[in-house]
Structure formats: structure tokens, C-alpha cells
């Protein structure tokens, strides 16, 4: 069975600083993985996707991760913090089954 | 452009009443989902289904109840037997085409359902 653990419920950074928001998984098999950001009262969107190949990913708002198998973690990391950044981000993996297994999320806050 | 509809954004529920949540999909998406939010719980699975006619249950589907009779319908019913049903609900969908790797869920914009 997969699951994932998000390492840290709320993480606090000044504007400008870096943003490093931890995911480890648990999987039998190699895994499909995925962060997301929510909005208050909106839905979840993709901000990147591991699936094969380069082991960084690159994603949308300067975000990106890098997948350390030896590790089974997958970081989400962004070079200097934004006001707009401020959200609940959610680390999630998919079986070979096209079922998804969400983290229990990690709000950030942007202090300025 | 294409994307998740759910309908109501909001959705108030009286005691022994059922209610139905909308969820409604024209990206051409095989797999649909009904996931459950609470504050600090992250999304916990309720129903799922890789195709029409056909849905499994998810991790916590007691009190609940889904049919997929159309590609890009799915709607949930919330019953009178699911005691704590006040959560934001949020519908997704993916794309399950062959040879694909997975590819990610797209979200709807959620319903927020309250009891009266």
C-alpha cells in the first residue's frame, strides 16, 4: 500500500527566504508523484509531477522537487518566497491503479 | 476551456435529509473521484470510478452513495446515515489512457456542506 507523510503541519517564511516543504512516501513499486497547492475554498492544482526520467522537477511559480528514491522522500523547494505562495500544499502519490494517496497537507505562511 | 464543475459551491443539510453533490467533467477523463476535506486531515477517498457503470468504495464510504452512469457525470449523495457529513467535498478526475504514465488529478472547485 502506498502513503505519504508531510513533515511539518504549518511552516512559516519570511518574503524573499527559501520555501522547503518536506514529503516522504511509502511504496511497493516505483512511484508516480505529485504536489499540489489549494487556495482557501478552491480545489487542489498541480503544481508538478514526478513519473520517470530526471530525477528534478521543474513546475509552475518557481517551484520545484527532486526525487531521491534512496531517500523515498520528495521535497518541494523554491528559491525565495512570495506573498502569493501563502497556501496549503499537499504531496500526494498514485498506484498502478490510477489511485491517489494524498498527504494530510502543510499550510504555508508568508510573513513579510 | 475544459475542467471540473461542482455545483453547489455551498450546501446546507437537514437532519435525516439526503442531499447530492454535482460533479460534472468535459475533459474526456475515464477516472473520476470523491474525495473528502477536514481541517488538518488532508483528502480521505470516499468513492472512485475507472469507468462508467462502475465505482469502488474508498476509505471511508459509509453514509455515502455515487453513480457513474455517464462518462462525465459523477455525483455523490450524501444519506441521513452519514452522521458527521459537515466537510468540503472536492470531485476529480484523470485520465487513464493506455500506455500513459499516471497522469495527475484535475480538481473541482469543491462544495462546502454544512448542517442545518
Not at chain 1, 42 to 53: A, E, P, R, S, V
Amino acid at each position: 500500500a502506498q502513503s505519504v507523510t508531510q513533515l511539518g503541519s504549518h511552516v512559516s517564511v519570511s518574503e524573499g527566504a527559501l520555501v522547503l516543504l518536506r514529503c516522504n512516501y511509502s511504496s511497493s513499486v516505483p512511484p508516480y508523484l505529485f504536489w499540489y497547492v489549494q487556495y482557501p475554498n478552491q480545489g487542489l492544482q498541480l503544481l508538478l509531477k514526478y513519473t520517470t526520467g530526471a530525477t528534478l522537477v521543474k513546475g509552475i511559480n518557481g517551484f520545484e522537487a527532486e526525487f531521491k528514491k534512496s531517500e523515498t522522500s520528495f521535497h518541494l523547494t523554491k528559491p525565495s518566497a512570495h506573498m502569493s505562495d501563502a497556501a496549503e500544499y499537499f504531496c500526494a502519490v498514485s498506484d498502478s491503479f490510477n489511485k491517489f494517496y494524498f498527504g494530510s497537507g502543510t499550510k504555508l505562511n508568508v510573513k513579510p | 476551456d475544459g475542467g471540473i464543475t461542482q455545483s453547489p459551491k455551498y450546501l446546507f443539510r437537514k437532519e435525516g435529509q439526503n442531499v447530492t453533490l454535482s460533479c460534472e467533467q468535459n475533459l474526456n477523463h475515464d477516472a473520476m473521484y470523491w474525495y473528502r476535506q477536514d481541517p488538518g486531515q488532508g483528502l480521505r477517498l470516499i468513492y472512485y470510478s475507472q469507468i462508467v457503470n462502475d465505482f469502488q468504495k474508498g476509505d471511508i464510504a459509509e453514509g455515502y452513495s455515487v453513480s457513474r452512469e455517464k462518462k462525465e457525470s459523477f455525483p455523490l449523495t450524501v444519506t441521513s446515515a452519514q452522521k458527521n457529513p459537515t466537510a468540503f467535498y472536492l470531485c476529480a478526475s484523470t485520465s487513464t489512457f493506455g500506455g500513459l504514465d499516471n497522469q495527475p488529478q484535475h480538481f473541482g472547485d469543491g462544495t462546502r456542506l454544512s448542517i442545518l
